[in-house]
């Protein structure tokens, strides 16, 4: 049984005519059989009637002839005796009664009939017969003309409620056939238009199915009629759509996976398609996208895509024309790749360059200025331990001692930076790292009136590193924050787990409400010697070295900054054991950490 769909499907319109049809049909036939059979009882009863006077006529008259009352009660009674007779009466020529018998009623028709003398008895015509009329007026029959004297007349009420009883009998046999026949008749209308209707509801699923995108559709040929050539021609559709949709959605896919925009513009240089990767380079949707103006999103000369934030994005422009079969230019088509990874990768190599070099002449330099520094720091230090306490000299000496100290420090941090010292790299929990060097900085924090706040989170897993490295990394930071805070101000230090599908990462979170970093600044703070700071408060290698320790320890850097907030995050890949073993593998160069020329304002993500 197929789905009902409404009044408005093919099956319910089948239903409706052939229940219509099937119903007049029925109703038609009942009332012609009902008339047919209303008149043969009527001419049955009719005959009967006249049959049951002339008889009684017939038979009377003897009795009216010689007045035998007495005969004329007994023929009366007999004629009583039909179930359909009310009355019956026997009168003279001058229509005095001689003998009757039962009621009159309303539902009574009355049959009158003359009582002749005559040598043939019983009329010649049934015209002697006079229904409705008691006691007719004299007349002139063929009876009469052939000297046949008229002596009485008889006349017979019968109950016509009888032959009613039967009509509606019959009336009601009739239409109670008709209505049978009706329902059989919706019925099997109904399931013949089910037959007829079910390939086609089989073929209106299959279509929508069909537009659904589902081109496994088919449907059975079951004959050879019109419904069956239908299937056979939707079969093939099916099939040569699915030829063509799969062909379509392939080169769809292949467009969509070019990372590149790509955008075809009619002659009118409306855009009439275009690929994902121009949404994605635009940051438009669909609908804004499709009958736009390609001169509102791409400028061929300047080499700039507008996106729908406003700002302007460096692009590369390949142009090529499309032609119908005739050869006809129909629109071009362009083709933008984005040059932001190529500036982003000019920028990082300009910047590991530079890098390098100053790391060559910070090694050089070290290494000549390491010795000498030695023998200044090692005579310095052994005069002071033979001058007594107050002697002249000792203030001097002491002074050499001092700077000597520091000018050995900013060797070390140039060996750092140069990458010339090699560091043994371990398992290690990077809170106690971080405990370690907090401890280190917290008398610094109260002399400056300012808050060290640490979160770490429990349980993280080890990463492979140097513990002083990654100790030097948290003490850089947290001195410039707290140099960055006002009185009063917090610095916090937060450690967590971070994972991304496959990938883990221990992130470290260095935090401070101070003035945050300039604009101008931020592209040049992982620069080395570049310093905010005055003379004789630092020395530029600070963040320098935070750099290369993250990049040695394959680690991913970022800044975050604004008025009143800055934020440096360090993400440590999670290692396991075999790391520790293969120390080798990661003594070569690591993957580059973000490039130092940061965008003002928030930053970017990781």
Known sequence: MTKWRGFHSLAAKLDIVFSVVVASSATVLAVASYLDGREVLQREAQARYGSIVTNL???????????NISALRQIVEGVMQEPDVNFVRIADQADIPLASDGARRETGTTVSHPVFLRKAAGPESAEDLFIGVEAPPPRTSRAESAAVERIGIVSVEFNTSFIEEKLSRMRRRAFGVSFIAVLIGVFLTGALSRILTAPLEGLVGAAARVAQGNLEQTVPSRSRDEVGELAVAFNTMVANLKISTVSRDYLDSLLDAIPDAIVVSGERG???SFNRGALRLLDRREEDLLGESLEGILSVKEGKAFSRAGGSIPVSVSIGELSDKEGKPVGVVYVAHDMRPMEKLQERLVQSEKMAAVGQLAAGVSHEINNPLGVILGFAQGLCRRLESGHPMEVPLRAIEREAMRCKDLVQDLLTFSRTSHVEREPLDINTAVEGALSLIQAQARMDGAEVRRTLASGLPKILGSRGQLQQVVINLAKNALDAVPKGGVVRVV????????????????????????PDVMPHIFEPFFTTKPVGKGTGLGLSLVYEVVKKHSGL???????????????FPVRTGREAD?????DDEPPDVLPPNFPAGEGGPL
């Open 57 to 67: 006529a017939f038979n009377v008259e003897y009795g009216v002839l010689t007045r």
């Open 270 to 272: 409306k855009i009439r």
């Open 495 to 518: 450690t967590e787990l971070e994972e991304k599908g496959a990938s883990s990462w221990v992130c470290l979170r260095v935090q401070d409400d101070g003035s945050g970093i300039p």
């Open 557 to 571: 850097l970022d800044v975050k900054s604004r008025p009143g907030f800055t934020e440096f995050i360090i993400k």
């Open 582 to 586: 293969a120390k080798a593998d990661f």
